[in-house]
């Protein structure tokens, strides 16, 4: 094979918090849902049974549409409750289901395990088509709108009849609302101001669309004088995948000047609220960002708080009740005596708990308050440990920059090596390359070796299509002939789940392939990710000894936190790459190290964080 690694001699193409504080960020983020078309999927139970998402779907739709009905609030959030547990889990509730262990999924008690078995058996919930038969599907769209709550849906709809968006729109334009109870001419000027700002928005933010602006907020707020301390909250601060609204803490004892110097932020359209403490506002492109102020000395448990995950603070705050104390977002205080303590710090918080400070991409809930009770939190990877970059692009397919120039750029972050994966031949809108132009460019990668000696070590790999039959683009001698083989599917991403889970199998078990790439294909907003049977996958990985990708780059982050938890249970290595196709594209690192972080990965577990030696020896050794 070409590893003698001793020396050194219809596709898709490059180029591309939630709120704890209130519940409009939340009831926007599940009407988003369903207002961009992610409603309840259709479903044949003849094929497969329903997936995850069409489960959390249907329970998000049921509890939208008993709000509007009027029910009680703790039964829509057991519903809401049931839609995040099904989302968050690493393998499909289905297996669960065979296993008779569906009340094993956090917030799955009987009641809500009955209806998944129903959808799971039949793909039907009569206790849905019942409520649809009461409450017009339709009005859960209505929730996105800002200034809408369930109770006034409920109100319009009863008194108007209408249903629709579009009617509702021109009910407010023909002055229908304003005579409604609690309702007024500044209240049909809000709804339409909302129904205007739905069409600047597509529902939860990319990550990559979100840090960086709440980057640049903090900025600024720490520039105003007075300001102690500046943090994001919520689930940016957590750094999921996607987001709701910017949620900001700052501490500061004025919060006037705060307040003056965030609703003026450039680019502000609109300023939703100004208070003393707290302030909303959304900018030109349809973000919403909130701001609350705290004292310096209360900030550690504000920023506690407010980072949440709910399930996290509730942990937390029981943790606390057995410690004799009640925790809020101001302070500790003695549940006999009401003496309070105060935290400046988060560190302060977790440590009056008897706790190690936990990380924020670990706050989801589950295990990690037991760990941290023990003193056993694992130390999770860190940007600093990742030492190659083992997928990426030259302009010999469709990067940005000549290889020698990425090889400088990635010197210059203090890598020592780096892999280029340019596109095999079928994917020709990425100006994929032939056998004999893959020859020249491992030529052209010995000059450029030369020339930058030690200093970084350079590779040729491929990034090779998995092709609609599971075949690999180039034959095996060749593949053989590669220091590395990245595998990824692009085209043809909607076929059955049964399909293209025996595809991507292909893969995973062909020997000449190394490393699968971004292995579902997801992209936000814009494409879901293909419907594969991970725990299959991710079993055959383990097996096969082949590494699973966490792309970094904020429009894929895939593998997600639930998969790459997953993946590290059953002992299978992974890749954080950047897929760069640019110098800057170097800088999203950071972003696949936090998924890596949310799924509780250390270095060992990552094979860029390896020495160039073990990485050789890795690679020769699997042929």
Partial sequence: MGRDLNTKDTTDTKG???????VFSFVTFVSFVVFNGFSVQSYNPNEVP?????????????????????????????????????LGLPRDASEFWKEGKLEEIPGVGKAIAEKIDELLSTG????????KKEIPEELATWLAVPSL???????????????????????????????????GAKSETAILEGIASLARRSGRLPLGRAYPLAQQIVAQLK?????????????????????????????????????????????????????EFKSSVEFSDGIRAQVWVHPPNEFGTALQ????????????????????????????????GGKEI?????????????????????????????LAKANKLPKLIEVKDIKANLHMHSTYSDGKLSMMDMAKAAMKRGLKTIVFSDHSVSLGVANGLSIERHKQQAAEIKKIQKQLGDQIMILHSSEVEIKADGSL???????????????SLHSSLRQPREKITARLLKAVNNPHVDIIGHPTGREFPDREAADLDMEVILQAAAKSGVAMEISASPYRLDLDDPHARRARELGVLLSINTDAHSEEDYDMLHYGVAIARRAGVTKEDVINCWSTEKLLKWLKKRG
């Fill in 50 to 86: 329903m997936n995850n998402k069409q489960l959390a779907d249907t329970f998000t739709l049921i509890a939208n549409l008993l709000e509007i009905k009027g029910e009680i609030i703790y039964k829509t959030l057991a519903y809401r409750k049931a839609s995040e547990s099904l």
């Fill in 16 to 22: 591309k918090g939630d709120s704890l504080y209130g």
């Fill in 223 to 275: 520039r105003v004088k007075g300001v102690v301390a500046a943090e994001p909250a919520g689930s940016l601060r957590r750094m999921r995948s996607t987001v709701g609204d910017l949620d900001i803490l700052v501490a500061s004892k004025d919060s006037e000047a705060v307040m003056e110097a965030f609703t003026n932020l450039p680019n502000v359209s609109r300023v939703l609220g100004k208070g």
């Fill in 305 to 336: 708080y407010a980072t949440g995950s709910k399930d996290h603070n509730v942990l937390l705050r029981q943790l606390a009740l057995d410690k004799g104390l009640s925790l809020s977002d101001h302070s500790f205080k003695k549940v006999k």
């Fill in 149 to 183: 709550g369930p109770k006034k849906v409920g109100m319009i709809w009863k008194t108007l009849g209408i249903t629709s968006l579009s009617q509702l729109e021109s009910a407010a334009k023909g002055g229908k609302l304003r005579d409604l109870p609690g309702m």
């Fill in 473 to 487: 683009d180039y034959p095996d001698d060749f593949l053989a002939s590669l220091d590395l083989v990245v595998a």
């Fill in 342 to 370: 105060f935290c400046s710090t988060e560190e302060e918080v977790y440590k009056t708990l008897g706790l190690q400070w936990v990380p924020p991409e670990l706050r989801e809930g589950r295990d990690e308050v037991a």
């Fill in 124 to 131: 039907k919930l009569e206790f849905l088509e019942k409520i």
